[in-house]
């Protein structure tokens, strides 16, 4: 029934993907992000639903009279640039057969990324974007929330088999990403139900993050709580809900999840932390011997550890973003992909900047301000996981962009005297001008 409901949405959905592609950016991002067809055991679970949406999508992009421009931002060049050396490290590297492999997902990704950033440009083509994010991982915290509930804590967590999110640790840092954008929705959202339904999806998916026992995600959610807090103007009261519930919900996991976030203060006692700092070291050396290419994608091999790790029979998978980046694709690959973390946060920062006291771009502004919430989590969450080719950060830098192009876009019309004259007024004019606020509850 369920492949049968998955095959009946896609397959309906390709004549308004024809009509209107921008739909297919949707689509794709359900089917890449949730991967609703794993949920099903029949023929859908190896199905290609997501080349069939993608292939209609720019086929019709062919024929549409949209707007479809590529924005040519710095974003777009670094990601560009980064899509070129990736496969120029591929040309090199050791495990051909297999970094093919992997080079073809991480460009079906990027190409997609491309499309997104051609296709998504109003303010409500963005947030049907971030609606579809949202639920597309919040599924799986509602999920995970309620499973580690009626479990009481005992059971780990886990993501749908077979994606980037399939192991505990990932589905974690990804329903911790996710939060903040979900009380973005809550703040557009105008129904008081739906208000409420995004409060008990938030505290579900922060259970479920920790009842996936991953300590990575426990640091995430430390950064991004720190983050908010330095950020909002509402200190006291967002300081006061995070002193509650924190405790809260930390109370309610067994004896079992403390004894093992108490292993970061150890982590020298602990085989799996030491295995990763093992890993980190064989990418630095991998990468100080090739400092251009890296060794490719899927370089987690007993020969490759013989040659450059300390320790040579501790084999590990890279487990973090940042020594993925190193060893896969040398010192050029980080340097670039840092380049896209700062560029995307320059971007969230001049989206906040430029809607202060502009009643027309509040939602620019609370969707700059939680997308950065959201990377700061990644990034800080990432740097002990291999997730550098995870779709959603990617996606969230998108958003950056393509908001920033529209509001760009909507000044440079706005220089005429009439123009001037027909905009909404600036809040506080002629009176006092309040401060910015980021809202905790559920409704006004």
């Not at 963005?126 to 994010?133: A, K, S, T």
């Not at 088999?161 to 990403?177: D, K, M, Q, S, Y």
């Not at 809900?241 to 996991?253: D, G, H, K, R």
């Amino acid at each position: 029934m369920r492949d049968i409901l998955v095959t009946l949405i896609v397959f309906g959905s390709l004549p308004f993907i024809l009509k209107r592609p921008y739909l297919g950016v949707l689509m794709w991002v359900w089917l890449s992000v949730m991967n609703p067809h794993t949920q099903g055991w029949g023929f859908a679970t190896s199905f290609p639903f997501a080349a069939i949406v993608a292939g209609t999508t720019m086929f019709g992009m062919l024929f549409t009279k949209d707007a479809k421009s590529l924005p040519m931002t710095a974003f777009t060049w670094l990601l560009l640039v980064f899509a070129l050396w990736m496969s120029m490290t591929t040309v090199f590297a050791f495990y051909p057969g297999e970094s093919y492999v992997m080079w073809k997902r991480v460009m079906k990704i990027l190409l997609m990324t491309f499309v997104a950033l051609m296709l998504i440009k109003s303010k409500k083509q963005i947030n049907q974007y971030i609606w579809v994010l949202v639920i597309s991982l919040a599924f799986y915290g509602v999920k995970g929330g309620i499973f580690t509930i009626r479990g009481g804590g005992a059971d780990l967590v886990w993501g749908p088999e077979g994606t980037f999110i399939g192991g505990n640790n990932e589905i974690a840092l990804a329903l911790v990403v996710i939060i903040p954008m979900l009380r973005y929705v809550q703040i557009i959202s105008t129904n008081r139900w739906v208000k409420h339904g995004l409060t008990a999806a938030m505290a579900l998916c922060a259970l479920a993050a920790l009842g996936s026992y991953s300590r990575g995600a426990l640091v995430a959610i430390a950064a991004m709580s720190a983050f908010l807090w330095l950020k909002s103007r509402q200190k006291l009261r967002i300081g006061l809900v995070l002193v509650i519930l924190f405790p809260v919900m930390l109370a309610f996991m067994p004896a079992r999840w403390t004894e093992r976030m108490d292993t970061i203060q150890t982590y020298e006692q602990d085989a799996s932390a030491m295995g990763r700092i093992n890993a980190w070291k064989m990418a630095f050396n991998l990468a100080s011997d090739r400092p251009l290419t890296g060794g490719g994608f899927e370089i987690y091999e007993p020969a490759t550890f013989a040659r450059y790790a300390p320790i040579p029979t501790d084999i590990h998978a890279a487990h973090s973003i940042y020594f993925q980046a190193l060893g896969e694709h040398g010192f050029g690959g980080l340097l670039l992909y840092l380049a896209l973390c700062i560029v995307t946060w320059r971007n969230g920062t001049w989206i906040v900047r430029k809607s202060l006291h502009r009643e027309d771009l509040v939602w620019a502004q609370n969707l700059a301000l939680m997308t950065q919430v959201s990377l700061i989590g990644f990034w800080v969450g990432g740097a002990f996981l291999s997730l550098l080719y995870f779709d959603v950060p990617y996606y969230l830098m998108v958003a950056l962009v393509v908001t920033r192009a529209l509001i760009e876009k909507e000044a440079a019309v706005e220089t005429t005297p009439a123009r001037l004259a027909r905009r909404k007024p600036l809040i506080g004019s002629g009176a006092q001008q309040p401060a910015m606020r980021i809202p905790i509850s559920a409704s006004k």
